[in-house]
């Protein structure tokens, strides 16, 4: 058994998944892997996800070290999100899922 | 949005995510990567979880494909789990998954 952040874990495989449950984490690292984006960028991808529930996946994803914001000194405010090398590394599993979906629901 | 079994997903992605999304999915199809397991390994592998939730997630993985349960007639009965060639084809995905984790986090 694990602990990590006051949390129990079976194994490292259950810890690894912890990083990207729910039904948000996953899909916003797959279009950060593409380049950085914005916070309206990523609502438009994610079909309208809440201002709320982004925010919150987002600051989720920052705590846990696998994605990083800059806020750029400009008027109006411009803010991008990207992956850090550690959430970068997690895309390839990611990719493996996209791809298997693809192929066995490429009718829907 | 993709349509399936009457819930909504937003990408290829979020779908492929939703079979293996829980807590024990992922860590039993990894388990039964290994070879064909019995109910009573699987449980004693997912550290005791409870028999409701690891039948609930063994029927869930037998009806979206993942899994196949024989029955051998024998006395007393042994029933066993194995990967379908399609739950196989996930298991790269969650190999990724736990190498992250161990990488990063091997001093738990």
Partial sequence: ???HKGKKYVCHLD???DFIRGKWKAVIMCHL???PKRFL???RITCGVSQKVLNEKLTEL???????KTAYPEVP??????LTDMGKELFPALDILQKWSVKHFSNL
Avoid: T
Avoid at 62 to 68: A, N, Q, R, S, T
């Fill in 77 to 82: 405010p411009r803010v991008e999100y990207e």
């Fill in 33 to 35: 892997n593409e380049g």
């Fill in 41 to 43: 960028e990523l609502q």
């Fill in 15 to 17: 810890l690894g998944m």
């Fill in 1 to 3: 058994m694990l602990n």
């Fill in 62 to 68: 920052e705590k846990d070290g696998l994605i990083f």
